[in-house]
């Protein structure tokens, strides 16, 4: 099990289409290569921060505060502002990656602008948009199986390797975060976004 499967298994169809129109009409490929990059770098910035044990305690405190899971039951209604959740902080997406990702931030949204020629600004809301979507995927798991801090921990580190193995996209969004947003491989980035939208 990893997240991606836990994602994957709980979103709706047309959802990219959802994405899209919040993001005021982005095309449509770009916004599934930026996806792709945002979820892997999300999860991946997560699996970072919980690495340590201060980080993992801080995880599961927000999850049973903040992160239910209940997101991922009408996922297309909350990211449209269809509807509106009881905790409010369950859609704080730009919380999150302040948390997660704090000062590399900005280098993240640029590398998802390089990898999909995406927008700079709408690459940042998709960023704000999709880290609810991981943190409930890890509450839902929390909630449904009784993850403790441990198996919690695994998952996102399984997640990570799993996804680096299979995927060279993810691949390259990991060593960028090794390094700590270091600009010198996102020439790599920007090539492998292009080839990616070339062959769709």
């Known amino acids: 099990m990893n997240i991606t499967d836990l994602l994957q298994g709980n979103l709706p169809d047309g959802l990219l289409d959802t994405i899209s129109k919040q993001l005021g009409g982005a095309d449509t490929n770009q916004t599934q290569v930026a996806a792709h990059s945002a979820l892997s770098a999300i999860t991946s ?11 993992a305690t801080s995880l599961v405190s927000a999850l049973d505060r903040d992160h239910d899971g209940s997101i991922l039951d009408d996922l297309a209604g909350f990211l449209s502002g269809n509807r509106q959740p009881a905790n409010t902080a ?3 997406g730009s919380g ?5 990702l704090g000062n590399n931030q900005s280098n993240v949204v640029d590398m998802i602008t390089k990898m999909s020629g995406m927008d700079k600004s709408k690459a940042g809301s998709l960023l704000a948009m999709l880290a609810p979507l991981v943190m409930g995927a890890l509450g839902k798991a929390r909630n ?3 993850l403790g801090v441990g198996d919690l921990t695994n998952l996102l580190r399984n997640t990570v390797q799993t996804e680096a193995q299979q995927n060279q996209h993810a691949s390259l969004i990991n060593r960028f975060l ?3 947003g270091d ?5 790599d980035l920007a090539s492998f976004g292009m080839k ?3 062959r769709r």
């Open 90 to 92: 369950m859609l704080n």
């Open 178 to 180: 090794d390094q700590d």
């Open 45 to 55: 910035a997560i699996a970072r921060n919980a690495a340590t044990p201060t980080g």
């Open 144 to 146: 449904q199986q009784g």
């Open 183 to 187: 600009g010198s491989i996102m020439d």
């Open 96 to 100: 999150i990656l302040n948390h997660v």
């Open 196 to 198: 990616f939208l070339s």
